[in-house]
Nanobody
Framework: VQLVESGGGLAQPGGSLRLSCAAS????????MSWARQGPGKEREFVAA????????YYADSVKGRFTISRDNAKNTLYLAMNSLKPEDTALYYC???????????WGQGTQVTVSS
């Protein structure tokens, strides 16, 4: 199982970013997937999840209405569109194989999102 996150960077408050996660080593189209983040001095938290079919989604209250999770099963890629970014969204973002859990044996390197003016 390999999960490679990308797309992070520096954004201003109110700005947008789109994260990607390239997945390999398992049948992506059959797997529920999630995004998690770990901010400075905070525990890792799951912020969004999507079922294998794309029909079910979950969002943490802190990102509901601002973030959108999606997937392209043909490209084995998971996405997280982040709008109306806030400084408290600053974190290292990871993708995970599973519904609000990590079924892979280890986490990827993550992609850093920094929201600052």
């Amino acid at each position: 199982v390999q999960l490679v996150e990308s797309g992070g960077g520096l954004a201003q408050p109110g700005g947008s970013l789109r994260l990607s996660c390239a997945a390999s080593g398992f049948t992506f189209s059959s797997a529920d997937m999630s995004w998690a983040r770990q901010g400075p001095g905070k525990e890792r938290e799951f912020v969004a999840a999507i079922s294998w079919s794309g029909r079910e989604e979950y969002y943490a209250d802190s990102v509901k209405g601002r973030f959108t999770i999606s997937r392209d099963n043909a490209k084995n890629t998971l996405y997280l569109a982040m709008n109306s970014l806030k400084p408290e969204d600053t974190a290292l973002y990871y993708c995970a194989k599973g519904w609000r859990r990590q079924e892979a044996p280890y986490w990827g390197q993550g992609t850093q999102v920094t929201v600052s003016s």
